[in-house]
């Protein structure tokens, strides 16, 4: 399966709005939501029905059976993220800052400490004739990225289409890290102003640290038209492929607010995306050919936690 | 009083927020903890930064001592280790730091050496004190670099600090360490979807809250209706305005530039002091 990725680095610059144009565009069947910490994608019309919901656990958590413990506090020593407490005489795991290493266990010399499933969120499989996948996260929950590489591996065993689109986390950690494994191309919805400049140059050195792929799109561009053409510039001097921009359009967060799309607000703003998401979907088909024929360019290949 | 300015979406003007009341809060400190898109930094130009690496322990295993018994690679459960044409590989990045792999070789052929992951710099601009965190773009995680931001908080008489997006793991190690959180909300759908996660997590961590509505489009939005079912304190609304927009966008501060904001960023802190006191 070749995959598109929407991302951006900086938040709010509109990548549910773009990668739900792009499905809408591409006719895309298979399609999925790795910002499992906030997922909105769902949220749209067109998302299929929910069929399976499926656990996810991440991590083992440690347990301390208080009846076996010899209160050494060789646990509460060893362990470098303060998971271990002393309350009174007896220890507890914080769960929260528990990393599931497993050295307490470990070092317990009166085998105390067990390390137990814990459940970390939820995915959600929703499908008819197109597969959609979503998660939810537990908040808090240390293991976002390997939830978004669970995320996109049902995504891949419940569909044999070609293609999919991936709908991305704001940042460049781990779960921005897990998205980018083994995607086709990235797309980076960029915002005109001093800080979407600055997230977006971040966010294209982690992809490019992949070896990935990059196409940018200005969003809201006329907000600000001088750093609209800076982005454009860093484009061309960094060999990016830019794919067009998108105007602001109040009556964007309307549509969105009903469960719309952009592609529903009528006039300029709709032409710009069809002609914008045709660009980057054309750059796509090339890109995966090219890739068909010199079989290189993998992003990191190992689970990331 | 030191306040984490937060929220689940991204975009919804965590930096607007922090950076402006951090203006209007004399003395106050202003941490840029969204390591990994720290955007602080663009909003006070303050020069002669000090920067410092900021560093984690990476396991090197010593090929004439290893006799390849994989213990470490069976241990680790982060996959960092393994073993490859008779050789222990290790990925630097999939590290999490624990030392199980140096406790459980039985040959003491595995030592640790220190990684940077991220950096600190530190400055000033007029009263005010500034760090501003960052991750090496390419690391998995800030939370590192967020604990070394945050590790003499509680010291600092008034501290603003400027959160991540998400729910997650980055979040939790700036709230942890604040007496009272702001949370900016988009009051759109999008915005509230988001909001509830990070009430979730804020519920879980046992941390007072309050609401600043951000860039309101019209009067009744669904962010605003939510804060009026759940009875929620809101201390602040800013309206959406292209002029408030510009002016961020370019890295200035609205409340140097723009008189009515100046204002509400000052019963901004006269709210909050009230909120924090209870």
Redesign the interface.
Known sequence: MKTLAVL??????GK?TVANALIRLAGAKAYADCDV??P?LH?LSGAPPLREVFDYHG??KAFIDDSLCTRCGLCEK?C??HAVKREKRVYLIDS?AC?????CE??CPADAITMRPSKDGEVCLHQNKDTFVTAR?R????T??LLVTDVKERLETRTKEPMAILDG?????????ATLARVAMALLVA??????I??LK??A??AQ??GIPLAIIVNKHD??AS?TREIRRYANEEGLFFAGMIPYD?RV??A??K?GSILDVPGKTSRAVRKVGGTVLREFDKETKMDESTTKKHGPQ???? | MNIAVLSGKGGAGKTFVAVNLTMVVPHALYVDADVEEPDGRFFFPADNLEAKDVTVGVPVVDPHLCTGCRKCVDFCRFHALSFINGAVRTFPKLCHACGGCMLVCPEGAITECRKPVGRIRAGRYFDHRLLFGELIPGEQTGVPVIEELLADIGEVEHAIIDCPPGAGCPVTACVQATDYCLVVMEPTRFGVHDFIATERLLKTLGKPYGVILNKSTSASTPGGQYCIDNALPVLARIPYDPAIASIHSEGKLVVEENEAQGHNFIDLRERLQKEVGR
């Open positions: 951006s680095g900086k938040g709010g610059t549910t910490e906030t909105n949220l991590m083992d060893h470098r993220f929260a990393e599931g290493c497993g050295v470990y070092v996260l908040p808090g929950a240390a976002s990225g986390p704001a940042g460049i950690g781990c779960p921005v890290i915002e005109p102003s001093v800080s979407g600055g997230d971040r966010m050195a982690t640290g992949f907000m600000n750093r109040k967060v309307e969105l607010d469960g190992r689970k990331e936690g």
